[in-house]
């Protein structure tokens, strides 16, 4: 069991950058995958950027690959999502996940715990 909370989100202009971060509570933080995930209104939630217990592997959507970062911090219990070139089709609720499987496949089902999620709004 563990609880995520999402906070950083906010309303800004592309090309701007916004960094959210993912508070986990308890003592296991270490033993989850970590994954960002976004909804728009109307469609599917979809697979943003992921990153392995250590830190050591991460992965992303193509549409944000080379804008995003993806990072932990283990001793902080804390995951981060740097989001640099915002563009408005970035704009949805941001979800922190954590998947506690032994393998690290970024699809929503495969993880278990889910943030309240967080706004991004991009605007023009």
């Known amino acids: 069991q563990v609880q995520l909370v999402e906070s950083g989100g906010g309303l800004v202009q592309a090309g701007d950058s916004l960094r959210l971060s993912c508070a986990a509570s308890g003592r296991t933080f270490s033993n989850y995958h970590m994954g960002w995930f976004r909804q728009a209104p109307g469609k599917e939630r979809e697979f943003v950027a992921a990153i392995s217990r250590t830190g050591g592997g991460t992965y992303y959507a193509n549409s944000v690959k080379g804008r995003f970062t993806i990072s932990r911090d283990n001793a902080k219990n804390t995951v981060y999502l740097q989001m640099n070139s915002l563009k408005p089709e970035d704009t949805a609720v941001y979800y922190c996940?954590?998947?506690?499987?032994?393998?690290?496949?970024?699809?929503?089902?495969?993880?278990?715990?889910w943030g309240q999620g967080t706004q991004v709004t991009v605007s023009s």
């Open positions: 996940a954590a998947n506690q499987r032994a393998a690290l496949i970024v699809i929503p089902n495969q993880f278990d715990y």
